[in-house]
């Protein structure tokens, strides 16, 4: 069965299952109670439910879009076991790719030189800033934090950020916070 199966069939066993309950509640509770509006509030949102869960399931198969170079594909031999225990993580980097109408990533890459070292600084767990030229009108912005609550914060900040700066330029945004679960240094 495929994903959208799998989708239809927990939509339908959540809808069957709060509508269920709904009629139960009714069913023993006396008809003024609390349970029994409980009941029809129930058996009201369960085509509700059904649908949610069904979107829900559709797209929590679908994969993720990745920014950065797909590591995982080149290194088939390098992949964790299943079941294995996580990395523990020696960090946090936050990755934001911003694509701009021909002819703005330069006077952008500028800016942030000049600002986000700056605005960075004065948050804590700060550790470094990195703009990659990654396209000829394409910018991909890498800071490192201590936690990933701090990289978390700085997608919200740096994208704040950008709409102020340059809110006609920018194309396409796409963010992502990971754990660093190895690092080398020469």
Not at 101 to 115: F, I, L, P, S, T
Not at 128 to 153: F, K, M, N, P
Not at 177 to 185: D, H, L, M, N, P
């Given at each position: 069965?495929?994903?959208a199966?799998?989708?239809?069939?927990?939509?339908?066993?959540?809808?069957?299952?709060?509508?269920?309950?709904g009629v139960?509640?009714?069913?023993?509770?006396?008809?003024?109670?609390?349970?029994s509006?409980?009941?029809?509030?129930?058996?009201?949102?369960?085509?509700?439910?059904a649908?949610?869960m069904?979107?829900?399931?559709?797209?929590?198969?679908?994969?993720?879009?990745?920014?950065?170079a797909?590591?995982?594909?080149?290194?088939?031999?390098?992949?964790?076991?299943?079941?294995?225990?996580?990395?523990?993580?020696?960090?946090?980097?936050?990755?934001?790719?911003?694509k701009f109408k021909?002819?703005?990533?330069?006077?952008?890459?500028?800016?942030?030189?000049?600002?986000?070292?700056?605005?960075y600084?004065?948050?804590?767990?700060?550790?470094?800033?990195?703009v990659?030229?990654c396209?000829?009108?394409?910018l991909l912005s890498?800071?490192?934090?201590?936690?990933r609550?701090q990289?978390?914060?700085?997608?919200?900040?740096?994208?704040?950020?950008?709409?102020s700066?340059?809110?006609?330029a920018?194309?396409?945004?796409d963010?992502?916070?990971?754990?660093i679960?190895?690092?080398e240094?020469?």
């Amino acid at each position: 069965m495929g994903r959208a199966g799998k989708a239809v069939v927990w939509a339908l066993a959540v809808g069957l299952a709060a509508a269920l309950a709904g009629v139960l509640l009714m069913k023993l509770s006396d008809p003024v109670s609390l349970g029994s509006g409980a009941g029809v509030m129930l058996l009201v949102a369960s085509p509700l439910m059904a649908i949610g869960m069904g979107a829900a399931m559709l797209l929590a198969g679908r994969p993720k879009r990745v920014v950065a170079a797909r590591a995982a594909e080149r290194a088939d031999d390098a992949k964790e076991p299943q079941g294995a225990p996580p990395l523990p993580s020696v960090g946090h980097v936050r990755l934001g790719y911003y694509k701009f109408k021909m002819g703005y990533a330069d006077a952008v890459a500028h800016r942030m030189q000049a600002e986000m070292r700056v605005l960075y600084d004065r948050e804590p767990g700060f550790i470094a800033l990195h703009v990659v030229r990654c396209g000829a009108d394409e910018l991909l912005s890498i800071s490192q934090w201590e936690t990933r609550y701090q990289a978390e914060a700085a997608v919200e900040r740096e994208i704040r950020w950008m709409r102020s700066t340059a809110p006609a330029a920018v194309l396409q945004t796409d963010s992502h916070v990971g754990g660093i679960v190895v690092s080398e240094r020469r």
